[in-house]
T-cell receptor, first 111, second 112 residues
Framework: QQQVKQSPQSLIVQKGGISIINCAYE??????FPWYQQFPGKGPALLIA?????SEKKEGRFTISFNKSAKQFSLHIMDSQPGDSATYFC??????????FGTGTRLQVFP | DADVTQTPRNRITKTGKRIMLECSQT?????MYWYRQDPGLGLRLIYY???????NKGEISDGYSVSRQAQAKFSLSLESAIPNQTALYFC???????????FGQGTRLTVV
C-alpha cells in the first residue's frame, strides 16, 4: 500500500527549464512533508520541507507547493541546471512518527 | 568524518549465506532506520529503532533482523540471503519528531 504516490518516475528537462515533481497522499494526519535529493553513489539528503499551515515554501530555485484540500504537494525547480540531475524523493510523516517515502523521480537536466 | 557510516560499501555474497550490514552515527540521535532502495520502488523501510531498547518492523521486514547495540550503532542481518535481496541498503538517523534524516552512503549488496 503506497501511502505517498510520486510522479513522474523519470523526467528530462532542458537547462533553464522548470522541473516539476508531484506527490499525493491519503493520510490527512500527515503534518510534515520534506523533499530529499540523492546523487549517484550517495545517500539522500534533505532539500526542503514544508508543514501544512503554509501553501508554499521557497528556498533559492526550489519551491514546494502544498495543496491541503487536494492532498497533494509538488517540488518546482526553477532554472534547472545539469547539477540538479539527481533522484528526488518526497516524503511525509505524522507528528513524531517515521518518514514515509515516495517512489522517487530521476531527473536529468541536459545542457 | 561522515555523520552516518555504513560498512561494507559493497558486498557480493552467495545464496544462503548470513550477512551483516553495520551502521554507526555520530549525530547523537536516538532514532535509527534501515531502508532498502530498488529502482521504481523508492525507499522502503525494513526496521527502525526509536531508542536502544526499541525495535520495530517496517513494511518489508521478512528475511531481515536487526540489532541495536548502542545509541550509535544499528546493524541489519540477512540470516539466509536470497537473490531478491539484491539491492542498495541505507541506514539513517533522525532526532525525535519530524526532523531531518541523515543517511549513510549506502551498501550495495548483491546475492548470487
Amino acid at each position: 500500500q503506497q501511502q505517498v504516490k510520486q510522479s513522474p518516475q523519470s523526467l528530462i528537462v532542458q537547462k533553464g527549464g522548470i522541473s516539476i515533481i508531484n506527490c499525493a497522499y491519503e493520510n490527512t494526519a500527515f503534518d510534515y512533508f520534506p523533499w530529499y535529493q540523492q546523487f549517484p553513489g550517495k545517500g539522500p539528503a534533505l532539500l526542503i520541507a514544508i508543514r501544512p499551515d503554509v501553501s508554499e515554501k521557497k528556498e533559492g530555485r526550489f519551491t514546494i507547493s502544498f495543496n491541503k484540500s487536494a492532498k497533494q504537494f509538488s517540488l518546482h525547480i526553477m532554472d534547472s541546471q545539469p547539477g540538479d540531475s539527481a533522484t528526488y524523493f518526497c516524503a511525509a510523516a505524522v507528528g513524531t512518527d517515521k518518514l514515509i517515502f515516495g517512489t522517487g523521480t530521476r531527473l536529468q537536466v541536459f545542457p | 568524518d561522515a555523520d552516518v557510516t555504513q560498512t561494507p560499501r559493497n558486498r557480493i555474497t552467495k545464496t544462503g549465506k548470513r550477512i551483516m550490514l553495520e551502521c554507526s552515527q555520530t549525530k547523537g540521535h536516538d532514532r535509527m532506520y534501515w531502508y532498502r532502495q530498488d529502482p521504481g520502488l523508492g525507499l522502503r523501510l525494513i526496521y527502525y529503532s526509536f531508542d536502544v531498547k526499541d525495535i520495530n518492523k517496517g513494511e518489508i521486514s521478512d528475511g531481515y533482523s536487526v540489532s541495536r547495540q548502542a545509541q550509535a550503532k544499528f546493524s541489519l542481518s540477512l540470516e539466509s540471503a536470497i537473490p531478491n535481496q539484491t539491492a542498495l541498503y541505507f541506514c539513517a538517523t533522525t532526532g525525535r519528531g519530524p526532523t531531518e534524516a541523515f543517511f549513510g552512503q549506502g551498501t550495495r549488496l548483491t546475492v548470487v
